[in-house]
T-cell receptor, first 112, second 115 residues
Framework: KNQVEQSPQSLIILEGKNCTLQCNYTVSPFSNLRWYKQDTGRGPVSLTIMTFSENTKSNGRYTATLDADTKQSSLHITASQLSDSASYICVVSAAGTYKYIFGTGTRLKVLA | DAGVTQSPTHLIKTRGQQVTLRCSPISGHKSVSWYQQVLGQGPQFIFQYYEKEERGRGNFPDRFSARQFPNYSSELNVNALLLGDSALYLC??????????????FGEGSRLTVL
């Protein structure tokens, strides 16, 4: 069964600190993996998209990694800001399909 | 350029009623998909439409239906509303129907509360 699992469920950090969010998936055959940021009550906004051949991609203070062999991805946030407080959702799609499989997200809270 | 627009942003219905949610994709995008996001969960796939044809359906009952118009806008209809239908309904648009590397853009959602 195609699944995407994220950890931790929630995380609280102080402003300026770094953090790493995890995503494990069992989607096959793999096409691509995306990380989205979703503010409360808003639509998700894309941070990164990685295909099989990519193992790291950055978007400002956000850096995503992908290990297609172990089917794991991580999202590293550097020098966190209060505006980083949101849910971060990992999304994986299978090759040749129309479906995106969403994780349940990690809720990040950045405190001043 | 306008992003994905959804309406209404919020609405309240009672059990048994029917609701219609609307979505306008980004200009030039021909694919629209709908997702249900219950509080604290990730979005769940409901439908995908491309070129006015249904290309995919998630595990939702027949009370859920959708369509896509010639201008690529879309409507999601839910009949005989249940309390469990309370959720944020997200619309996403993309250039085409495949999921290889195409960007998926989300609207801000329609928050449905069923009393």
């Amino acid at each position: 069964k195609n699944q995407v699992e994220q950890s931790p469920q929630s995380l609280i950090i102080l402003e300026g600190k770094n953090c790493t969010l995890q995503c494990n998936y069992t989607v096959s055959p793999f096409s691509n993996l995306r990380w989205y940021k979703q503010d409360t009550g808003r639509g998700p906004v894309s941070l990164t998209i990685m295909t099989f051949s990519e193992n790291t991609k950055s978007n400002g203070r956000y850096t995503a990694t992908l290990d297609a062999d172990t089917k794991q991805s991580s999202l590293h946030i550097t020098a966190s800001q209060l505006s980083d407080s949101a849910s971060y959702i990992c999304v994986v799609s299978a090759a040749g399909t129309y479906k995106y499989i969403f994780g349940t997200g990690t809720r990040l809270k950045v405190l001043a | 350029d306008a992003g994905v627009t959804q309406s209404p942003t919020h609405l309240i219905k009672t059990r048994g009623q029917q609701v219609t949610l609307r979505c306008s994709p980004i200009s030039g995008h021909k694919s629209v998909s709908w997702y249900q996001q219950v509080l604290g969960q990730g979005p769940q796939f409901i439908f995908q439409y491309y070129e006015k044809e249904e290309r995919g359906r998630g595990n939702f009952p027949d009370r859920f239906s959708a369509r896509q118009f010639p201008n690529y806008s879309s409507e999601l209809n839910v009949n005989a509303l249940l309390l469990g239908d309370s959720a944020l309904y997200l619309c996403a648009s993309s250039l085409d129907v495949t999921t290889h590397t195409g960007e998926l853009f989300f609207g801000e959602g329609s928050r449905l509360t069923v009393l």
